[in-house]
């Protein structure tokens, strides 16, 4: 019998297989519910129940997925009929059986849908997971009611929280499937198990019915308490995780559609939250972020083995990062000692791992089989892809390069870790520039997931896309940069963190200031930060560019008086903060606070006080002008790629959606009302971007620029 399409849309279609009426979702690329497969779902189900024929429904996603979840896109927009919760609810109304076989991701509204079916069946390949928590949201078709009566209270309400996605054997040890198939045609699988079903004479089974939940209804609020006050700490501000246990409880207080009610109240409440508007912009970034111009345009290069020039942290984190994503790595260093270290140095990763029983012995050797270690350069003659990480200064990788340059195999990528340094100059010492690219990982390179791959001015693009494939290839998030002092993030953060040194000169203690950026939903102040990447580090940047400051630029001398005295940080045991024996977390430091006040007395200042509100004002408008600068002068292609920069390498928080979204949620106009009251006092400083100056008085924002 050929298939039938439901009226009005071709992303849902019907199919009479005997008595069962198969319904496929076909909505590419992951068959996500917007209106036209909402609509279909619902006609399907009730052209099966007015059908004397049809005996049963079948569901199936056509194509890599079940179904991803609701669509994403719509959120935001005016809601279009029918909701999903209605066609949830049509699922589990209908008195004919209804089958969700299941390939691929089930998510979200994805999941929803199947556990308003009445059985379940998996393929091998299938991931479940009720993610919402990730955007801002909670599950809001009838998740938080259905997940407790099909696996219980603590494992639904973990599930939720954590987002995460769960394997098809590991939801069928919890209930959330009745059975597992093997193979990979679904709509057979599926079509054997309604058939084995309806021989059985079984009828439908509603999971609104199972009582699991009210069996120990004491039991269940307790649990539900304890939940609550673990994710009140653990969840820092964030607004749905709670919201998913309200919605929870509410199903053990009031009757089922009482609680659906309840939990679509709470679920439009998510949908109007700021969180919810920049989590959703931080998804849809990460994924528009690897749309580049010469991604597009050229074929990557091939890449299987790869060179490391340094075995220091930097150098070994990479190797232990290109080894993990399966490729082989040659290391060089410039003698025994070095190479010797530098092996240990990846090796004391995997020994970390197999310490903790997250690997074993010989899975560790089977890795450590695609090492080689060498002193000469010319063990690096067959590799597809050299990485420079060695001492961060020109000469030094000038003279590295040129060796890269006699050494490697015609068509090789050659690339260099630098933080700051002139690429253009550094592929100007090889006679092959169009072959030399920055690939700009951040400590330690085998755990932060930002790549910034920097495009020098002669380049090709295949060695663009190459970079690109190799980040995906190593679980990166790859942003493109052009070449500045700094990039997109190190440039940024430069600016935003003397904003913060001049608050402290002028009377916030950087504890305030941690405190204050912690609130914001940073993990930590910069001052931490400091502490913890090591006050050396940022010393020797401030002496590399004193020659070109400018001179009537304001300098705070604070910093340096505190790595004068060798307090570096934790590894030093002081920095900001004191580390007594090792400690990790720091205490403050009254030695620090008598510097700051020396300084201010040096400098002439009569200290004054802050609110955390201030401090926040000032810290962000600093970033957001910096980043507009670094848009309009093209070193990021978008906004976008400023966001992705930060919440993937500076502990931006997520849920913030990035400086350019956060700038966009405050109004532009604000942020730049508050540059312009800045500059009354440092007009050097605060100069307002020409690019933030523009889109304020066209009344545009930041995302408008977000396409390319
Ligand atoms: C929800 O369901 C709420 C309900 O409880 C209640 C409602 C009332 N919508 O990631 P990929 C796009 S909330 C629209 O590159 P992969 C994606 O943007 C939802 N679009 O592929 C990309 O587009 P493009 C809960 C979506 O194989 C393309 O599909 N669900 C959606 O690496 C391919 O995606 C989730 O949170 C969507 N729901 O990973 C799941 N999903 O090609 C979100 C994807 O233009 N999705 N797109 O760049 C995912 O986690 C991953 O996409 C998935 C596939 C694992 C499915």
Request: one cysteine or more; proline letters at 6%.
């Given at each position: 019998?050929?298939?039938?399409?439901?009226?009005?849309?071709?992303?849902?279609?019907?199919?009479?297989?005997?008595?069962?009426?198969?319904?496929?979702?076909?909505?590419?690329?992951?068959?996500?519910?917007?209106?036209?497969?909402?609509?279909?779902?619902?006609?399907?189900?009730?052209?099966?129940?007015?059908?004397?024929?049809?005996?049963?429904?079948?569901?199936?996603?056509?194509?890599?997925?079940?179904?991803?979840?609701?669509d994403i896109r719509e959120f935001g927009k005016p809601p279009l009929p029918p909701s999903l919760p209605e066609v949830c609810n049509g699922i589990e109304a209908c008195t004919k059986p209804v089958i969700a076989a299941i390939h691929g991701p089930a998510l979200g509204g994805g999941l929803e849908i199947a556990m308003s079916a009445h059985y379940r069946l998996a393929l091998g390949d299938a991931r479940?997971?009720?993610?919402?928590?990730?955007?801002?949201?909670?599950?809001?078709?009838?998740?938080?009611?259905?997940?407790?009566?099909?696996?219980?209270?603590?494992?639904?309400?973990?599930?939720?929280?954590?987002?995460?996605?769960?394997?098809?054997?590991?939801?069928?040890?919890?209930?959330?499937?009745?059975?597992?198939?093997?193979?990979?045609?679904?709509?057979?699988?599926?079509?054997?198990?309604?058939?084995?079903?309806?021989?059985?004479?079984?009828?439908?089974?509603?999971?609104?019915?199972?009582?699991?939940?009210?069996?120990?209804?004491?039991?269940?609020?307790?649990?539900?308490?304890?939940?609550?006050?673990?994710?009140?700490?653990?969840?820092?501000?964030?607004?749905?995780?709670?919201?998913?246990?309200?919605?929870?409880?509410?199903?053990?207080?009031?009757?089922?559609?009482?609680?659906?009610?309840?939990?679509?109240?709470?679920?439009?409440?998510?949908?109007?939250?700021?969180?919810?508007?920049?989590?959703?912009?931080?998804?849809?970034?990460?994924?528009?972020?690897?749309?580049?111009?010469?991604?597009?345009?050229?074929?990557?290069?091939?890449?299987?083995?790869?060179?490391?020039?340094?075995?220091?942290?930097?150098?070994?984190?990479?190797?232990?990062?290109?080894?993990?994503?399966?490729?082989?790595?040659?290391?060089?260093?410039?003698?025994?000692?070095?190479?010797?270290?530098?092996?240990?140095?990846?090796?004391?990763?995997?020994?970390?791992?197999?310490?903790?029983?997250?690997?074993?012995?010989?899975?560790?050797?089977?890795?450590?089989?695609?090492?080689?270690?060498?002193?000469?350069?010319?063990?690096?003659?067959?590799?597809?892809?050299?990485?420079?990480?060695?001492?961060?200064?020109?000469?030094?990788?000038?003279?590295?390069?040129?060796?890269?340059?006699?050494?490697?195999?015609?068509?090789?990528?050659?690339?260099?870790?630098?933080?700051?340094?002139?690429?253009?100059?550094?592929?100007?010492?090889?006679?092959?520039?169009?072959?030399?690219?920055?690939?700009?990982?951040?400590?330690?390179?085998?755990?932060?997931?930002?790549?910034?791959?920097?495009?020098?001015?002669?380049?090709?693009?295949?060695?663009?896309?190459?970079?690109?494939?190799?980040?995906?290839?190593?679980?990166?998030?790859?942003?493109?940069?052009?070449?500045?002092?700094?990039?997109?993030?190190?440039?940024?953060?430069?600016?935003?963190?003397?904003?913060?040194?001049?608050?402290?000169?002028?009377?916030?203690?950087?504890?305030?200031?941690?405190?204050?950026?912690?609130?914001?939903?940073?993990?930590?102040?910069?001052?931490?930060?400091?502490?913890?990447?090591?006050?050396?580090?940022?010393?020797?940047?401030?002496?590399?560019?004193?020659?070109?400051?400018?001179?009537?630029?304001?300098?705070?001398?604070?910093?340096?008086?505190?790595?004068?005295?060798?307090?570096?940080?934790?590894?030093?045991?002081?920095?900001?903060?004191?580390?007594?024996?090792?400690?990790?977390?720091?205490?403050?430091?009254?030695?620090?606070?008598?510097?700051?006040?020396?300084?201010?007395?040096?400098?002439?200042?009569?200290?004054?006080?802050?609110?955390?509100?201030?401090?926040?004002?000032?810290?962000?408008?600093?970033?957001?002008?910096?980043?507009?600068?670094?848009?309009?002068?093209?070193?990021?292609?978008?906004?976008?790629?400023?966001?992705?920069?930060?919440?993937?390498?500076?502990?931006?928080?997520?849920?913030?959606?990035?400086?350019?979204?956060?700038?966009?949620?405050?109004?532009?106009?604000?942020?730049?009302?508050?540059?312009?009251?800045?500059?009354?006092?440092?007009?050097?400083?605060?100069?307002?971007?020409?690019?933030?100056?523009?889109?304020?008085?066209?009344?545009?924002?930041?995302?408008?620029?977000?396409?390319?």
């Amino acid at each position: 019998m050929s298939p039938s399409s439901v009226p009005g849309t071709a992303a849902v279609c019907t199919q009479h297989e005997g008595d069962i009426l198969v319904v496929t979702i076909d909505h590419p690329p992951v068959n996500a519910l917007n209106v036209d497969v909402r609509r279909g779902l619902l006609d399907a189900v009730q052209q099966a129940q007015a059908d004397a024929r049809v005996r049963a429904v079948l569901i199936v996603g056509a194509g890599r997925a079940f179904i991803a979840g609701a669509d994403i896109r719509e959120f935001g927009k005016p809601p279009l009929p029918p909701s999903l919760p209605e066609v949830c609810n049509g699922i589990e109304a209908c008195t004919k059986p209804v089958i969700a076989a299941i390939h691929g991701p089930a998510l979200g509204g994805g999941l929803e849908i199947a556990m308003s079916a009445h059985y379940r069946l998996a393929l091998g390949d299938a991931r479940l997971g009720l993610p919402e928590v990730q955007l801002g949201l909670l599950p809001g078709s009838g998740g938080t009611q259905r997940a407790p009566r099909l696996m219980g209270l603590r494992p639904a309400v973990e599930l939720m929280l954590s987002g995460r996605h769960m394997g098809a054997r590991e939801a069928l040890g919890a209930g959330l499937i009745d059975r597992l198939a093997e193979g990979s045609d679904v709509r057979a699988a599926g079509l054997a198990y309604v058939k084995e079903l309806l021989s059985a004479g079984v009828g439908v089974r509603r999971t609104r019915d199972l009582d699991t939940l009210f069996r120990d209804k004491a039991e269940s609020l307790a649990t539900l308490e304890a939940l609550r006050s673990e994710t009140a700490k653990k969840s820092r501000g964030l607004f749905s995780p709670l919201k998913v246990i309200e919605a929870v409880q509410a199903g053990l207080d009031l009757p089922f559609d009482e609680a659906l009610k309840f939990e679509r109240q709470l679920f439009l409440q998510c949908i109007d939250s700021p969180q919810r508007a920049g989590l959703i912009h931080a998804f849809f970034a990460e994924r528009e972020v690897v749309k580049v111009p010469e991604a597009q345009a050229a074929k990557p290069r091939a890449i299987a083995s790869v060179g490391v020039v340094g075995g220091g942290t930097m150098g070994a984190g990479i190797a232990v990062s290109a080894l993990d994503a399966g490729l082989s790595v040659t290391m060089v260093e410039r003698d025994d000692a070095s190479i010797a270290r530098g092996r240990a140095n990846v090796e004391k990763v995997y020994d970390g791992l197999v310490a903790k029983g997250r690997m074993t012995p010989e899975a560790k050797a089977a890795v450590m089989a695609r090492y080689t270690g060498s002193t000469q350069y010319e063990a690096l003659a067959p590799v597809d892809l050299v990485i420079e990480a060695v001492f961060e200064d020109l000469a030094v990788k000038q003279a590295v390069f040129a060796e890269l340059d006699r050494v490697c195999k015609p068509g090789a990528v050659l690339a260099t870790n630098t933080s700051y340094l002139d690429i253009d100059a550094i592929a100007a010492s090889t006679s092959r520039p169009q072959d030399v690219i920055g690939l700009h990982f951040f400590s330690p390179a085998n755990i932060m997931k930002l790549l910034e791959i920097v495009v020098p001015a002669k380049v090709s693009a295949d060695v663009v896309a190459t970079a690109f494939e190799l980040a995906r290839k190593l679980k990166k998030v790859a942003v493109r940069a052009g070449v500045c002092d700094g990039f997109i993030g190190n440039r940024i953060l430069a600016v935003y963190r003397a904003a913060a040194d001049h608050m402290m000169e002028d009377g916030a203690s950087p504890y305030e200031i941690d405190a204050a950026v912690r609130d914001f939903g940073y993990p930590m102040g910069p001052f931490q930060v400091s502490d913890l990447a090591g006050g050396d580090i940022g010393w020797a940047t401030r002496k590399r560019r004193a020659p070109t400051r400018d001179p009537k630029a304001r300098y705070v001398q604070i910093a340096d008086r505190i790595c004068e005295r060798g307090w570096f940080g934790q590894k030093t045991g002081r920095g900001y903060y004191l580390y007594p024996q090792g400690a990790r977390t720091g205490q403050p430091d009254p030695e620090v606070l008598a510097i700051i006040d020396a300084e201010r007395q040096r400098a002439g200042i009569t200290p004054r006080t802050f609110t955390p509100e201030e401090i926040m004002r000032r810290y962000m408008a600093a970033m957001v002008n910096e980043g507009a600068n670094v848009v309009a002068q093209g070193i990021a292609l978008r906004p976008l790629d400023v966001d992705v920069t930060f919440l993937y390498g500076y502990g931006f928080p997520r849920h913030r959606g990035g400086p350019m979204k956060y700038a966009d949620m405050v109004g532009l106009d604000k942020v730049l009302d508050d540059i312009r009251e800045f500059a009354k006092e440092d007009p050097l400083f605060w100069k307002p971007s020409p690019l933030l100056e523009r889109l304020v008085a066209e009344g545009k924002n930041f995302d408008s620029l977000n396409r390319l």
